[in-house]
């Protein structure tokens, strides 16, 4: 008998792990989950998640008239565009939804630390929503992103939706051991020395298969509250190898920008971080704009 009731044990546990799903490990519920509006099937289409923090409205407005912008001047290319946040008692969050119908918001508490939940929400709503979708861009508010770099880039690449793709700057990085390090691991929470490639920040690209992959490893992967790092943790898992961007373009910060360092024209830069304000990401889109190349 009681070995009987030993064995029932070991598998009603074996179920249990080999039934976990993404929606087991983050079980959180969506509060406003966009449509995907499908486009013109001879286009390829590509989603843009960006993750947002739910009081930068200014913010997200400027991204939906720039970079973000579903009828910018790409051809060929669909474009949908929606704003990943979680919980928060702002209730302009409502109508915000209500008039742009891209805000895709979960029920999570949105905190620095709860971005690798965040990730994986719109992870999830992706893989629900976007069926037709043939590549994902995951981002943030502070970022700019030269969206036809990218595209054109897919394009010459000769890229399908089928190819296995986990795309962006990355690097191999140890840990961060030392107290006061702002993104401080303990050996508990990750106990190996190095971490797997990742693609750094908020500029990742998925194929459709790409994304699949992406969501087995999540339903797998050791958790860590990076979520970068979560992302090459998951595809480690499943062993979805990421690509190095920098051979066409490479990580870049507004400052750079701005003080004239980084030639964006010379340098065929697709993504910079650091543009946190509306007041600098506006202009700065009409001078590339000017310059032909947006
Ligand atoms: C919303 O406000 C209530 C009351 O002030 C508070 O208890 C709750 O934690 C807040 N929720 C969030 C997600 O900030
Ligand atoms: C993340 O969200 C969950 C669910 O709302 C909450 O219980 C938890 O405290 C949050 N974690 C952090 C680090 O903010
Ligand atoms: C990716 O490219 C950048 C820039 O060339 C380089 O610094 C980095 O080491 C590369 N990453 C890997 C893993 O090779």
């Given at each position: 008998?009681?070995?009987?009731?030993?064995?029932?044990?070991?598998?009603?546990?074996?179920?249990?792990?080999?039934?976990?799903?993404?929606?087991?490990?983050?079980?959180?519920?969506?509060?406003?989950?966009?449509?995907f509006?499908k486009?013109?099937?001879?286009?390829?289409t590509?989603t843009?998640i960006?993750?947002?923090?739910?009081?930068?409205?200014?913010?997200?407005?400027?991204?939906?008239?720039?970079?973000?912008?579903?009828?910018?001047?790409?051809?060929?290319?669909?474009?949908r565009?929606v704003?990943?946040?979680?919980?928060?008692?702002?209730?302009?969050?409502?109508?915000?939804?209500?008039?742009?119908?891209?805000?895709?918001?979960?029920?999570?508490?949105?905190?620095?630390?709860?971005?690798?939940?965040?990730?994986?929400?719109?992870?999830?709503w992706a893989m629900e929503m976007c069926k037709s979708s043939d590549f994902f861009?995951?981002?943030?508010?502070?970022?700019?992103?030269?969206?036809?770099?990218?595209?054109?880039?897919?394009?010459?690449?000769?890229?399908?939706?089928?190819?296995?793709?986990?795309?962006?700057?990355?690097?191999?990085?140890?840990?961060?051991?030392?107290?006061?390090?702002?993104?401080?691991?303990?050996?508990?929470?990750?106990?190996?020395?190095?971490?797997?490639?990742?693609?750094?920040?908020?500029?990742?690209?998925?194929?459709r298969?790409?994304l699949?992959?992406?969501?087995?490893?999540?339903?797998?992967?050791?958790?860590?509250?990076?979520?970068?790092?979560?992302?090459?943790?998951?595809?480690?898992?499943?062993?979805?190898?990421?690509?190095?961007?920098?051979?066409?373009?490479?990580?870049?910060?507004?400052?750079?920008?701005?003080?004239?360092?980084?030639?964006?024209?010379?340098?065929?830069?697709?993504?910079?971080?650091?543009?946190?304000?509306?007041?600098?990401?506006?202009?700065?889109?009409?001078?590339?704009?000017?310059?032909?190349?947006?």
């Amino acid at each position: 008998m009681l070995l009987k009731l030993i064995i029932l044990m070991i598998l009603l546990f074996a179920k249990e792990v080999s039934a976990r799903s993404i929606e087991d490990r983050f079980p959180y519920k969506f509060i406003y989950k966009p449509e995907f509006k499908k486009g013109d099937v001879n286009s390829i289409t590509i989603t843009l998640i960006v993750k947002s923090a739910v009081p930068n409205f200014r913010l997200r407005n400027a991204i939906r008239d720039t970079w973000g912008n579903e009828n910018q001047n790409i051809p060929n290319t669909n474009i949908r565009t929606v704003f990943n946040v979680g919980l928060s008692n702002a209730t302009k969050l409502a109508m915000e939804s209500y008039v742009f119908e891209d805000i895709l918001q979960s029920d999570f508490q949105d905190s620095y630390w709860n971005l690798t939940a965040k990730t994986v929400m719109g992870i999830r709503w992706a893989m629900e929503m976007c069926k037709s979708s043939d590549f994902f861009l995951l981002s943030d508010d502070d970022y700019l992103i030269l969206l036809k770099r990218i595209v054109d880039y897919l394009r010459r690449s000769g890229f399908h939706k089928n190819d296995p793709l986990y795309i962006g700057y990355f690097t191999s990085r140890r840990p961060q051991r030392e107290r006061g390090q702002k993104w401080k691991v303990s050996y508990e929470e990750y106990p190996r020395s190095l971490y797997p490639p990742f693609v750094v920040g908020g500029a990742v690209v998925l194929s459709r298969k790409g994304l699949e992959a992406m969501s087995q490893g999540i339903a797998k992967a050791q958790y860590i509250r990076l979520e970068d790092v979560f992302l090459g943790l998951a595809a480690e898992t499943v062993g979805l190898k990421p690509i190095n961007l920098s051979t066409v373009s490479r990580y870049c910060i507004k400052n750079q920008l701005f003080s004239g360092k980084v030639d964006i024209l010379k340098e065929k830069i697709m993504v910079s971080h650091g543009f946190n304000k509306a007041s600098d990401l506006e202009p700065y889109w009409e001078k590339l704009k000017s310059q032909g190349i947006v």
